[in-house]
């Protein structure tokens, strides 16, 4: 059966296993005609969208640089298991794709991406600063953020190094004060998990400690540990990165920028923050991953801080929803 064939025949599942042979075939040009029919077909009518944003899926993925470049446009990858540029920046190297990734947003965060997992982009001209004003290299005292783990027809997002959390004692609840900046930098790291996917979000300033500040979001008993910079910083950006159980995942750079906005703001500090002191200042807070006691296993990325009598706290907790948890217990 043709191409042409297969795509008339409607049939997502023929279509899926045309795209994964055509894969192991290393034919892309057959797998951007499949794409590019499955497309025309949507504008008859023909619901094959699954279809097209597979193979394009597969494209940013296993392609050369020429094909997985091309796709890393706007709007491609809308229901993929992440950000297409996340995806190519997960197997080719920056100098594989950069002559053809096209100008805008997808190009520089796709190079953001390939700096996460530790190439020294400083000096390209061509990754424009004004969609995400972060060093184009690792600072030296940043751990290395978990990269997205993405495979044909899975993906893993993994976290970083999580302490044992312990039992901690609350205060009853601390005054809190207004602080809007640092609120709405803390809030902005898990936002999708409450306005798109099944979260609860919220976060706290108060007088006073860092579980003084846990404490004002009267959820009861909570476990945490004390973190170092490095650890807190890590931990922001995978949360930033990610979408909670349902929402769209923004990718390790997005996470990385929130990271830096919240931190800076916590710390005090001016935007954009000089790396070279950076680590210095974020000394300075005292930081606490933690989560209520008794919530079930789930997307949890809630972190404390604590400087010069002030505190905040972000609570960013998310689960599948309970009719999803049934229906794959059926299966």
């Known amino acids: ?13 023929r279509l899926t296993r045309l795209v994964d042979g055509l894969c192991a075939s290393r034919d892309w040009d057959g797998v951007v005609e499949l794409r590019d029919r499955c497309r025309h077909a949507i504008e008859r009518g023909l619901q094959l969208w699954p279809a097209a944003e597979f193979a394009e899926y597969r494209l940013a993925l296993e392609a050369p640089g020429t094909y997985a470049g091309a796709v890393l446009v706007e709007g491609a990858g809308r229901f993929a298991l992440g950000p297409l ?54 600072a030296s005292w940043e751990h290395v953020y978990p990269p997205a783990e993405y495979r044909s027809a899975e993906a893993a997002f993994p976290t970083p190094p999580r302490p044992r959390l312990r039992p901690v004692d609350l205060p009853r609840g601390g005054g809190q004060i207004p602080d809007d900046e640092r609120v709405e930098a803390l809030l902005a790291l898990a936002a999708p998990w409450a306005e798109q996917s099944n979260g609860a979000v919220s976060a706290f300033a108060v007088a006073g400690s860092a579980e003084s500040a846990i404490a004002a979001h009267d959820r009861g ?111």
């Not at 053809?100 to 390939?114: D, I, K, M, S």
């Not at 710390?267 to 002191?277: C, K, S, T």
């Open 1 to 13: 059966m043709t191409i042409k064939e297969a795509v008339e025949s409607g049939d997502l599942d």
């Open 85 to 138: 540029w996340e995806v190519a920046a997960c197997s080719h190297s920056w100098a594989d794709l950069s002559d053809h990734v096209p100008l805008g947003p997808a190009r520089t965060l796709c190079a953001h991406e390939r700096v996460i997992r530790g190439e020294d982009l400083t000096g390209d001209d061509s990754i424009d600063p004004g969609i995400l004003d972060l060093p184009l290299v690792l």
């Open 221 to 331: 008993e909570a476990l945490a540990a004390e973190i170092d910079a490095a650890t807190a910083l890590a931990w922001m950006a995978w949360t930033g990165a990610s979408g909670g159980a349902y929402a769209r995942r923004r990718g390790t750079p997005m996470g990385r920028f929130g990271a830096w906005w919240a931190a800076s703001a916590v710390a005090g500090l001016e935007w954009p923050p000089e790396p070279d002191d950076f680590l210095e200042h974020l000394q300075a807070v005292r930081w606490l991953l933690w989560e209520p006691a008794g919530d079930p296993p789930g997307w949890s990325g809630s972190i404390a801080a604590e400087k010069e009598g002030r505190a905040w706290a972000l609570l960013a907790v998310d689960n599948h929803r309970e009719e999803d948890v049934l229906a794959e217990g059926k299966t």
